[in-house]
């Protein structure tokens, strides 16, 4: 079973940047869509950035301009850039992948997860 392993864990002062990496391995077939999630105390996961095999991107609107999110095929490694950083950005970040099994001719599709990093932006 695949697992993702995140770094890049921190904590900066606003208007810092902090980079985020999530390796995905034991991966048996492919690795689709990638992605950030984040949560913070009291509110749900919400998406911050996520990331298709064939690079196209979709931001949440909160972090638009000073988060990018880049990935590596051969590597099934996603980054998450975070630049300007603001205190409404500290949360336990958790890196996401959709990755593919075959198994007897088959491909079998699933939502994978890592443990979670997390940043802390002060004022």
């Known amino acids: 079973q695949e697992q993702l392993v995140e770094s890049g864990e921190g904590s900066v002062q606003s208007g810092g940047s902090l980079r985020l990496s999530c390796v995905v391995s034991e991966v048996n077939f492919r690795v689709n869509d990638m992605g950030w999630y984040r949560e913070a105390p009291g509110n749900e996961r919400e998406l911050v950035a996520r990331?298709?095999?064939?690079?196209?991107?979709t931001y949440a609107e909160a972090v638009k301009g000073r988060f990018s999110i880049s990935r590596d095929n051969h590597k099934n490694m996603v980054v998450l850039q975070m630049d300007r950083l603001k205190p409404e950005d500290s949360a336990v970040y958790f890196c996401?992948?959709?990755?593919?099994?075959?198994?007897?001719?088959?491909?079998?599709?699933?939502?994978?997860w890592g443990k979670g990093t997390l940043v802390t932006v002060s004022s």
């Open positions: 990331i298709t095999r064939g690079y196209d991107t």
């Open positions: 996401y992948a959709n990755t593919e099994t075959l198994y007897n001719d088959s491909l079998y599709a699933r939502d994978a």
